[in-house]
């Protein structure tokens, strides 16, 4: 099992930068990846970015690309989203997956799931 918490998240006005961070637990060394995912109010799951915990490969979404940084601490067994330049489509929560397996921009191939963390921002 991997516990997985959210932390971070929170109201910001339209062009602001925020961090959110992502702390594993538990039987973290069979992680190919970490990602994070978000939902919309009246949505569907939003792949953002994934990051491969061998060798620190990025992945993200397009609509993030260019503005969100994903990194890793291999050490804290924690992922980081680092989000500039926020727009109020960004509004949504956040999740922090970890993904045994590939794939990295389904969701269904991850495992384990966070609680999620809010992130509003407002124009």
């Known amino acids: 099992q991997v516990q997985l918490v959210e932390s971070g998240g929170g109201l910001v006005q339209a062009g602001d930068s925020l961090r959110v961070s992502c702390a594993a637990s538990g039987r973290t060394f069979s992680t190919y990846a970490m990602g994070w995912f978000r939902r919309a109010p009246g949505k569907e799951r939003e792949f953002v970015a994934a990051?491969?915990?061998?060798?620190?490969?990025?992945f993200y979404g397009n609509s993030v690309k260019d503005r969100f940084t994903i990194s890793r601490d291999s050490a804290k067994n924690a992922v980081y989203l680092q989000m500039n330049s926020l727009k109020p489509e960004d509004t949504a929560v956040y999740y922090c997956?970890?993904?045994?397996?590939?794939?990295?921009?389904?969701?269904?191939?991850?495992?384990?799931w966070g609680q999620g963390t809010q992130v509003t921002v407002s124009s």
């Open positions: 997956a970890v993904n045994l397996r590939g794939q990295v921009g389904i969701p269904n191939m991850y495992d384990y």
């Open positions: 990051i491969t915990w061998s060798n620190g490969r990025t």
